[in-house]
């Protein structure tokens, strides 16, 4: 799976990157492996140029978010266009949700704000041969392509509309193609330890545990040594993942002690 972060904000920095953070925590903890996250501006050549290259590593899932609305700087859908060489139209089913969603705001402010303007049939206007999936929060629907190899999703920039259509859509497709995976994680922390010194037994850990990925990560000062050290595997099979990893981090962790660091285990497993 591969992630494509569109929107000037991210990369002026006004905006945190936190709809790449949750999809990507989202989609490992169902076993599919995130390799790369890309973020680029409101562009329509950019953004072309992205998905292109993307597709040429035939990723299962290329997930975008961002620039799904009404406003001009709203570009995805037409880059998506331009990149497959598709043409942009009015879909049915998206303008059906648009106008269903217009039609509730007016009544819950009791107006008569119910006109398609041309913004709004903005959000109804995707690359041909596409598929418009409702979006339980706000207006613009998302957008699903299916190609040869891959599943294209464009979702909205919103963080509580992404997140929602994700669960609702997304998600079960990932378990899908994920056949039952799931990520296992834990960690140690360790002190008095340095990580130069920790390198070769990490080194050593993962040759005897070819399954599981140990990552430190400095948390303290280079004269006080604070490390956690993470395990992770993905597997459907939660018996071994647990043995595995317990194997491993029991290595690890005497490893440590014999070169007289000290070692905590304040862990937390999660799948």
């Not at 709809?19 to 925590?25: G, I, Q």
Request: proline fraction near 6%.
């Amino acid at each position: 799976m591969e992630i494509i972060s569109i929107g000037n904000e991210l990369l002026i920095g006004k905006v945190l990157n936190t709809n790449a953070h949750w999809l990507s925590k989202r989609a490992t903890s169902m076993g599919i492996k995130v390799k790369r996250i890309t973020i680029i501006p409101d562009d329509v050549n950019e953004t072309a140029r992205a998905i292109r290259d993307t597709l040429k590593r035939k990723p299962e899932f290329i997930v975008t978010t961002g620039g799904l609305g009404p406003t001009f700087d709203d570009k995805t859908l037409e880059s998506i266009a331009k990149a497959l060489k598709r043409k942009l139209e009015v879909n049915k089913d998206a303008l059906e949700m648009v106008k269903a969603k217009y039609q509730t705001y007016a009544r819950k402010r009791r107006s008569n704000n119910r006109e398609l303007t041309q913004p709004r049939m903005k959000m109804a206007t995707i690359p041909e041969n596409s598929i418009p999936i409702r979006n339980p929060i706000g207006t613009a629907p998302a957008v699903q392509i299916n190609l040869e190899n891959t599943f294209l999703i464009a979702l909205p920039g919103v963080p509580c509309e992404m997140e929602a259509i994700f669960e609702q859509t997304v998600a079960p497709m990932l378990r899908h193609a994920s056949h039952g995976a799931i990520f296992y994680e834990e960690s140690i922390y360790a002190d008095d330890v340095m990580e130069s010194a920790l390198a070769p037994l990490i080194d050593k850990v993962m040759i005897d545990n070819s399954a599981v990925y140990v990552k430190s990560h400095p948390r303290g000062a280079e004269n006080k040594p604070h490390l956690e050290i993470h395990f992770s595997m993905t597997t459907p099979d939660e018996k071994k993942a647990q043995e595995t990893l317990h194997k491993a981090v029991t290595q690890l962790s005497n490893m440590i002690m014999r070169i007289d660091g000290k070692v905590f285990p304040e862990q937390q497993v999660t799948s």
